[in-house]
Structures are given as C-alpha cells and as structure tokens.
C-alpha cells in the first residue's frame, strides 16, 4: 500500500479522532448537565459523536499504525511508542467509555420525571471526566511521536 494513503488516512483518523474529543469537551463546558433534560441531549450527542467520529478515527490511526509497524523491516521506537500510546487510548475508549456512555445517557434519561439529574449520574460523570483526562497526555505523545518521529532511546548516536 502507498505510503501517502496511510499518512493520509492516519491524518483523517487524528481528524476524526481528536475533533470528536473537542467536541465532547466543547459541548460539556457549554451545556454541561444543569439539568436531566440537557444532560440527556449531551450524553446523547457525545455517545452518537463518538460512534460516527472517535472511534472510526481510532481506528484509522491504528491501522495506520499498525500498517507501517508490520511493513517495514527495522521498527523505530517512535513507532513503538506511539502503539503503546494509541493502546492506553483505546483500552480506555473500549474497556471503559464504550459501557459507561449509554449508561449515562440511561441515568439522565431516568432524572428527566425528577428534574434534576441524580447523584449516580453525577458520580459517573465525575468518573467518564477522570478517564477524558487521563487521555490528554497519552494522546499529546502520540500526536508529538508520530508528527516529528524522533530518534528515542538507542537510536540516537553519541558523537565524540
């Protein structure tokens, strides 16, 4: 396969991928969950955002990824680095905010009779935004990794 079309589609996978998360964020700081009736609009933006653009951008970038790692000889530790990164990502993405986002869509549709939303809800919100951070650093790395691809560890030569 060319490599311009996986450079290609790992930048429209970093697209999809990092604009879905920018949304989420844009629209919880706007809307947030004042109330059940909007955190159920939210919760339901941000499960249909992360269908259509999060996870297929994930999943572009690592097969991208992984097409480069499996295609070339001699395997440069930016590389190996950046899979581990795009691994915390999606484990975190699949493992845990897959299960919890119709969860939370479900705990804010059963506040609407009450017209506040719960303190289960609350509670779960605080944990989806504690697992959204914990992916700010991995996924920095990851773009900084695969944008300048520099020489780590035992690549670099000493000069003398």
Known sequence: MNNRL?????????????GGILSHIVIGATLGHETAETAYHVGTYKELSAYILIFPGLALKLFADLYCYFSTKQKPNWLK???????????????????MMPEMVELAKASIPQGKVSQVYLDKAKIEEMIGMSNALPLLAELVLGSFKPKLFGERKIKS
Not at 6 to 18: D, R
Not at 81 to 97: E, P, Q, R, T
């Open 6 to 18: 996986i450079n290609f589609l790992n930048e429209i996978g970093t697209i999809m991928y990092v």
């Open 81 to 99: 680095m950046k899979l581990v990164m795009l691994a915390f990502l999606s484990v975190n993405a699949f493992v845990f905010l897959v299960p």
